[in-house]
């Protein structure tokens, strides 16, 4: 059984065919007609675990044998923007001591919300590259980074300037120079759930699921030139297992809190 296909509604247009078609080629995945079959049909009869559905709406993944169906939305990241504005401040940027011109490299990229902010902060003059291990939430993100339509227009600027690098973080940083971004940082999916909502159980449910381990650590602390933070739940003992120090950061109330392993 093969993992996807791409597919496009049952009426589609001669513009949806195409655009179709290119994100099979983009995903090296088949390009199966839809036969006015169901999502689960096409599944079965193509003998795929996942659809990725092209209509006239935003691209639509669908994996029927889990009943998931997930689609780009910048979540949080507008109205964190719209506090940041307010002055209330936002746990992440202070963690990362984020500011102007500022370079990021987030390892964890998933669906963006993050990244977008750090975007925000960082600017015209900054620059945020994403990296997403799963190939089709990189690809779906990316889409959506660079075609989501949203205000104000300073957020959908911040979207539409963040590098998106579909790739093992392993990999990235081995191969990225010393000290080439400011801050490296990780939001891997947590080992019990804290946010009950279907777009975090849809993001989980693509996610990659490992921690972070201490080798990628090393390398995230070789690579960034003020800071590695990495996000945990409030409390956590994920700390207490690795051979470094972390700073912790915590929000007010937040159920989620930062390490800060500075660079020096």
Known sequence: MSDLAVTTSRKASTEQQDRARAWAERLAVPLVPRKGRSIAEVA?????????????????????????????????????????????GDPMVEAMQLSGD??????TLGRGCDAII??????????????ERIPILAALTAHGLANYEIQPADVAAAMRRIEVHQADYHNV????????????YFDPIFGQ???????????RALADQHSVDAAALREAHRVARRAVVVKQPRGSSYWEQLPFCFEIVAGGASRVEYGRLSAS
């Open 118 to 131: 750090a975007s925000w902060v960082v600017g015209e003059t900054g620059k945020v590259a994403g990296v």
């Open 44 to 88: 079965t009869d193509e003998d795929v675990t996942g659809v990725l559905v092209i209509s006239d709406r935003d691209p639509v993944y669908y994996k029927p044998g889990r009943q998931l169906e997930y689609f780009f939305h910048p979540n949080m990241a507008k109205v964190r923007i719209h506090n940041l504005k307010a002055g209330r």
């Open 102 to 107: 500022d370079t990021v490299l987030d390892c």
């Open 173 to 184: 940083l081995v191969d990225a120079d010393s000290a080439s971004f400011d801050v490296v």
């Open 193 to 203: 759930p804290l946010d009950g909502s279907r777009a975090m159980d849809l993001l």
